[in-house]
T-cell receptor, first 115, second 107 residues
Framework: NAGVTQTPKFRVLKTGQSMTLLCAQDMNHEYMYWYRQDPGMGLRLIHYSVGEGTTAKGEVPDGYNVSRLKKQNFLLGLESAAPSQTSVYFC??????????????FGPGTRLTVL | KNEVEQSPQNLTAQEGEFITINCSYSVGISALHWLQQHPGGGIVSLFMLSSGKKKHGRLIATINIQEKHSSLHITASHPRDSAVYICAVNQGGKLIFGQGTELSVKP
């Protein structure tokens, strides 16, 4: 099993360009998450999904859109990239549990630079 | 004030030393996670706990729900333990992360 994979691993954009980050998981997990990691700030939740066809905003959703058309995929879109979106992006997935004791499995990350 | 605070932010140790990293939180939680991030970025889950203590090899994690505090201990530290250790609390299925503790273990 590949676990959680992310595409691409690195990307450089110019201000105003758009792009989509792809996250795929082969563990049949219900929940999927997109985080950004910035120096001194820790990981912050951008958007998340509790199942196919559903998405919700996290802590820092502005400037991003997401889609979960298939259970195994979670896409993060930047419509008009800004330098403030320079960051490392992590995708994660977890099982559903009423107790919420859900271990999250992380992808390897995507390093995005916006010039 | 951050909802999840870790201390210290940076830690340098000599090989073989006993290491403690602390995590305090200010919100109600269902579980607490300790994660490890190696240079190169990959993040792996070390522990998930809601009470008491868990042990895995040389790593021990404890939590005191009443005091809203958790510790991660590393016994007989080794240079390969050098990484960033991240505390995260599970609130309603979503994780709130601490800023991480960067550990460097010198040979």
């Amino acid at each position: 099993n590949a676990g959680v994979t992310q595409t691409p691993k690195f990307r450089v954009l110019k201000t105003g360009q758009s792009m989509t980050l792809l996250c795929a998981q082969d563990m049949n997990h219900e929940y999927m998450y997109w985080y950004r990691q910035d120096p001194g700030m820790g990981l912050r939740l951008i958007h998340y999904s509790v199942g196919e066809g559903t998405t919700a905003k996290g802590e820092v959703p502005d400037g991003y859109n997401v889609s979960r058309l298939k259970k195994q995929n979670f896409l993060l879109g930047l419509e008009s990239a800004a330098p403030s979106q320079t960051s490392v992006y992590f995708c994660a997935s977890s099982t559903y549990s009423r107790s919420s004791y859900n271990e999250q499995f992380f992808g390897p990350g995507t390093r995005l630079t916006v010039l | 004030k951050n909802e999840v605070e870790q201390s210290p932010q940076n830690l340098t140790a000599q090989e073989g030393e006993f290491i403690t990293i602390n995590c305090s939180y200010s919100v109600g939680i269902s579980a607490l996670h300790w994660l490890q991030q190696h240079p190169g970025g990959g993040i792996v889950s070390l522990f998930m706990l809601s009470s008491g203590k868990k042990k895995h090899g040389r790593l021990i994690a404890t939590i005191n729900i009443q005091e809203k505090h958790s510790s991660l201990h590393i016994t007989a530290s080794h240079p390969r333990d050098s990484a960033v250790y991240i505390c995260a609390v599970n609130q309603g299925g979503k994780l709130i992360f601490g800023q991480g503790t960067e550990l460097s273990v010198k040979p």
